[in-house]
C-alpha cells in the first residue's frame, strides 16, 4: 500500500506539471493579451503593464519563472484584479462552491445509491421503469436547462425560492438541485447495472438458498460489491461538484470559484487562470488517490501495484 501511494504521488506530480505546461503555452498561442481590452490605454502605458507582470520577456523564460514559483506556492498576482493574489482569490471563492458543491455530493449519494438498488430489486416493474426514465433525463438534459426550469417554476411562478446570491438557506435549494441531478442519475445507472450483475452472482444464490431475505441480501451482501463503481465514479465527481458547476454559479449568480475562472478566460487573466487550473487538477488527482486506496478498503480482493 505504501509503494503505491508513493508511485501515485509521484505521478501525480508528473500529471499536474503536464496540465500547467499544456495550459500555459495554449494560453499564450491566443492572440492578444490580458491588457488589450484596456480603454484608451496608450502603446506605452501597455508596455509597462507588461514589464510591469513579466509578459514582456520571452515565453520560454516567463514559463519557468512561473514554474519556479509555483513550487514555492506563489501563484502571483492577478492581472485584472489589482491588488489581489491568485492564492487569496482562490482562498476566498472555493469555500463558498465547496459548502454547494459538498451539499450536491451528499445528495447525489443518498438519493441516487438507494434508489439504482430498488430499481434492480423491482427489475421491470413499474418503479424500475420510472427511475429509469428519471435518470435518462437527469443524463441528457444539460444543466442549464435544469436551472432555468427550476429558476422559472419555483422562483418566478411560485415565488418560494429566491433566485439570486447566497445569503440565505433557501438560496442553496435550486442549485444545489441542479448540481446534483446529472450525478444523481448516472449514479442511479451506474447502481442498477452494477446491482444486476451483482445478484446473478453464485455467492447471492447460495445466500438465498441459506434462507437469507432478498432484503437482507441486498443491502447487506450485494451493496457492498455492487457500489464499487459507484466509489470509482465518486472522485471525479466530487472534483467537480466541489469546485462548482461554472453555469450553475454563473445562472445563480454564485460567488464560488467558478465564476472567477470564467472571468478569467474573458479578460484574459494569465496568472488566474493558471493558478485556478492548477488548483482543479490537483483536487482532481487527489481525489482520484483517494478513491484507489478507498477501493482497496471495501474489497480486499483488489491488489494495488
Known amino acids: ?16 506539471w503536464a496540465v500547467a505546461t499544456i495550459t500555459f503555452f495554449l494560453m499564450n498561442m491566443v492572440p492578444g493579451g490580458p491588457f488589450m481590452s484596456e480603454k484608451a490605454i496608450s502603446p506605452a502605458a501597455q508596455a509597462a503593464l507588461e514589464a510591469k507582470y513579466g509578459l514582456d520577456k520571452p515565453l520560454f523564460q516567463q ?17 485584472r484584479q489589482r491588488g489581489r493574489t491568485v492564492a487569496s482569490i482562490i482562498g476566498t471563492k472555493f469555500p463558498v462552491s465547496a459548502k454547494v458543491g459538498g451539499i450536491s455530493v451528499l445528495v447525489a449519494l443518498c438519493i441516487g445509491i438507494p434508489l439504482g438498488c430498488i430499481a434492480a430489486y423491482r427489475r421491470g416493474k413499474f418503479i424500475d421503469n420510472f427511475i429509469s426514465v428519471v435518470s435518462t433525463c437527469g443524463i441528457a438534459v444539460p444543466s442549464f436547462v435544469i436551472c432555468t426550469v427550476l429558476m422559472y417554476a419555483f422562483g418566478v411562478k411560485l415565488k418560494w425560492l429566491p433566485i439570486l446570491g447566497l445569503t440565505g438557506w433557501k438560496n442553496y435549494i435550486m442549485p444545489v438541485a441542479a448540481l446534483a441531478f446529472y450525478p444523481t442519475a448516472y449514479i442511479m445507472r451506474l447502481m442498477r447495472s452494477s446491482m444486476l450483475d451483482v445478484l446473478g452472482q453464485d455467492y447471492m444464490r447460495t ?8 432484503k437482507v441480501s441486498l443491502f447487506k451482501h450485494a451493496l457492498r460489491n455492487a457500489i464499487l463503481p459507484v466509489i470509482t465514479y465518486v472522485g471525479p465527481m466530487l472534483a467537480y461538484t466541489l469546485t462548482g458547476s461554472f453555469i450553475v454559479e454563473k445562472i445563480f449568480t454564485i460567488p464560488g470559484l467558478g465564476g472567477e475562472f470564467i472571468g478569467a478566460i474573458t479578460s484574459r487573466d494569465y496568472t488566474l487562470i493558471m493558478g485556478t487550473t492548477i488548483f482543479l487538477a490537483t483536487l482532481l488527482i487527489i481525489m482520484n488517490v483517494i478513491v484507489d486506496i478507498v477501493y ?6 483488489i491488489k494495488l501495484k
Not at 4 to 15: E, P, S
Not at 296 to 301: A, L, M, N, Q, S
Open 1 to 16: 500500500m505504501g509503494k503505491y501511494i508513493v508511485k501515485r504521488v509521484l505521478l501525480a506530480i508528473v500529471t499536474i
Open 296 to 301: 482497496k478498503i471495501v474489497d480486499p480482493r
Open 207 to 214: 445466500a438465498k438458498a441459506k434462507g437469507l431475505s432478498q
Open 63 to 79: 514559463y519557468i519563472t512561473y514554474i519556479t514559483d509555483a513550487l514555492h506556492g506563489d501563484f502571483g498576482d492577478s492581472l
